[in-house]
């Protein structure tokens, strides 16, 4: 059994791991509240932009002429892999990272991939593998739009002068502090999702200006702010895994600590009775 300094030594340092996890709990659930506020607020606008976006482009005869939206064979994928600038996150970073890789191996199987990371985490697990990285990890220090809106508009430009033929972001959407789910969509090509005759009549309106030109006014805005949204999902999801995940970590080093503590009493009073065996033995030796 070990000696009682050991085990006391051990106790103070889970006891001072303990006060570590707990304060990070408290620091990510102060943090989350802000970031679940935001990514709660923006997730309304987006959807209703998107879908304007996809209800005018249905409604238009034929291509709706946005270079954005060109469909061109497929020979060479760009995926946007956002990721966390630190650890103690759980599985947060590795589940998101094995889905970026599993798009290589799957679904772009024999295509050219590259990879834009965003979050260190993402860009030193892929910087070892034979992957192109280009990486942008500085903006979760500083999210603001016009950081993303930079990011968007490089990436269109890569749309655009055919570098890419399909841009994808696979990033954690912000469920609940305990639940993030890994989402892969597409960024470019703009899908347009086509509408009911019902549904074209409803939207039967008289625009000022065209509907062309309000698509094209639309689109640059719209992806934008689809990236602006999956950056603050996943940085809410970031928080919500890291106060769960040291939530854990604080529970396992209270069950551990009092593990240790009933250790310690059962050494100490083993170490008292054979105290008291040996003056006894050493009394009745010297009353013999």
Known sequence: MANLKD???????????????????????????????????????????????????????????????????????????????????????????RRAKELAETKYLGKEIDYLTIGKKGNDILSKSSYIILNNNEILDDLTFENTAE?????????????????????????????????????????NESSDLEQEVELDYIYEPSKEEIIKELIPKSLKTQLFKALRDSVA????????????????????????????????QAAITAEILEIVGGAEALAG
Do not use: C, W
């Not at 928080?239 to 250790?263: C, F, I, P, Y």
């Open 237 to 268: 999801s970031e928080h919500g895994a890291r106060m769960t995940a040291m939530h854990k970590a604080t529970d396992n080093a209270q069950e551990l600590r009092d593990e240790l503590v009933l250790q310690y009493n059962k050494a100490r």
């Open 151 to 191: 990011i968007a508009e490089y990436l269109m430009d890569l749309f655009v002068d055919a570098t890419y033929d399909k841009i994808d972001i696979v990033y954690n959407s912000f469920r609940n502090a305990a639940n993030q789910v890994i989402v892969t969509e597409t960024f470019l090509p703009i899908e």
């Open 7 to 97: 085990i006391r030594s051990r106790i103070n340092s889970v006891g001072s791991t303990m006060q570590i996890t707990n304060a990070m709990k408290m620091v990510s659930a102060a943090k989350l509240k802000r970031a679940q506020d935001a990514i709660t607020a923006m997730r309304p606008y987006s959807e209703k932009l998107t879908e304007l976006l996809q209800n005018l482009s249905a409604s238009l005869e034929g291509d709706s002429g946005s270079v954005y939206a060109e469909q061109r064979e497929i020979k060479k994928v760009l995926v946007i892999l956002i990721t966390s600038n630190r650890g103690l996150a759980g599985a947060f970073n590795s589940n998101a990272i």
